[in-house]
């Protein structure tokens, strides 16, 4: 049984124990595209496509993949990742994908819940005390008026203030008599009557550049620009657009475009933005790729991950800094195994909270858990890259 490293210059360090040939004398499927992914010089896995390879399993002995052939991605954490906690949710306890705020004084935390009987998904709400633990009882969003044209998949909720009123935007799964499904984005203010939070009806957004009707937009990026939701579409270009409340149509209000250097995935919204200074708003993204780890067992799976970056305050809103690795934390990775809908090992950040110190960000594990990391505000900014020349 043999490996070869494979020498691509260039590559970042964390990539390297994935450039492997593997030869386990069989023949297997997976030493024969690790051959060829090799020749090509790719690690990627970006031409094979997602449900054939998830089934691919290499014969290479257990012991011998775990010892010297995928990696362990938690071993990549940086020093400004400071810990993890996990939150659970009394009566939720499959609850994810959550987003935090602070509004009106308090640590406000959403979630999606799904239920697995009937495909119904339902936005959740609770608040949390300054220690991240729920304060109060978890209520489910009273949204009084069916979303237009969908059906109720509410996914990804994303909490955003605009001054001082409360906003959520998340995606629903448009009505049509055949698959795939597509999706299409929502937007609504939320209102709290002292007990229970409501929308009155959420605004459909479908009008918009380039929209195409079988192809689904979601993960948009909200974030209040003098008092207005704006929202960007793509991070590369970074394509921002605004709605026109009572319309459904959202007009492109800038565009720009800078260098991004990024080897895991297309860059999609994770986080609403915050202005971290007068002249900065910072986010967190979310990206994925197909590849082998100790995680997956040496199956060629979905693999999520997480980034930041700041763009500018003022339009065009250019990306000015980013990061360079995924941010990589304990628990993102390793820890309790849950069937999701198709191979997975995701990490999906939806919000975050920040003060002098410190960022908090709330992010969901495995389609099933509900997570904050807590990251040292300095040396995250101190990390990123300037889109301006790559260095």
């Not at 210059?9 to 030869?23: E, F, V």
């Not at 409501?198 to 909200?222: G, H």
């Not at 990391?373 to 990123?384: A, G, M, P, Q, W």
Request: with cysteine; proline share 7%; charged share 25%.
């Amino acid at each position: 049984m043999r490996s070869f490293e494979a020498l691509l210059p260039g590559r970042p360090a964390c990539l390297a124990p994935l450039l492997k040939r593997w030869d386990c004398g069989k023949r297997c499927v997976q030493c024969a595209i690790s051959s060829v992914i090799f020749s090509l010089g790719s690690v990627l896995f970006a031409g094979i496509d997602d449900d054939y390879v998830e089934s691919i399993e290499c014969d290479v002995p257990e012991e011998m993949l775990y010892a010297t052939s995928y990696v362990n991605l938690e071993t990549s954490a940086q020093d400004f990742v400071l810990e993890t906690q996990q939150i659970e949710i009394p009566g939720h306890p499959l609850a994810f994908n959550p987003s935090i705020i602070r509004w009106q004084g308090r640590l406000l935390l959403s979630f999606r819940i799904r239920y697995p009987e009937t495909l119904i998904n339902q936005i959740g709400l609770i608040f949390l005390d300054e220690e991240f633990h729920p304060d109060g009882s978890a209520q489910i969003l009273d949204i009084r008026m069916p979303d237009p044209l969908s059906v109720p998949k509410r996914q990804d909720p994303r909490l955003v203030a605009i001054g001082d009123k409360l906003f959520v935007v998340y995606n629903n799964v448009l009505l049509r008599n055949f698959k795939p499904e597509i999706r299409r984005m929502f937007a609504a203010e939320v209102h709290f009557d002292g007990t229970g939070f409501y929308v009155d009806q959420a605004e459909y957004l479908r009008y918009f550049e380039d929209e195409k009707p079988d192809r689904s937009d979601k993960n948009w990026v909200p974030f209040d620009y003098e008092g207005t939701l704006l929202m960007a579409r793509f991070l590369d270009p970074h394509w921002v657009l605004r709605p026109i409340w009572g319309t459904g149509i959202c007009e492109t209000f800038s565009k720009s475009a800078r260098p991004i250097y990024w080897d895991w995935g297309q860059l999609r919204g994770g986080t609403p933005a915050l202005l971290i200074n007068p002249d900065e708003y910072l986010a967190f993204f979310h990206s994925s790729i197909n590849m082998p780890s100790l995680h997956s067992k040496g199956k060629i799976v979905r693999h999520y991950f997480m980034g930041a970056y700041v763009f500018s305050a003022h339009p065009p809103f250019e990306i000015k800094r980013m990061s360079s690795e995924p941010i990589i934390g304990k628990n993102f990775y390793l820890g309790k195994e849950h069937q999701t809908w198709k191979p997975l090992h995701v990490v999906f950040p939806g919000g975050f909270v920040f003060d002098d110190r410190y960022i908090w960000i709330a992010y969901g594990r495995q389609d099933h858990e509900i997570w904050i990391v807590k990251l040292d505000k300095e040396r995250l900014l101190n990390s990123l890259t300037s889109t301006s020349d790559g260095n």
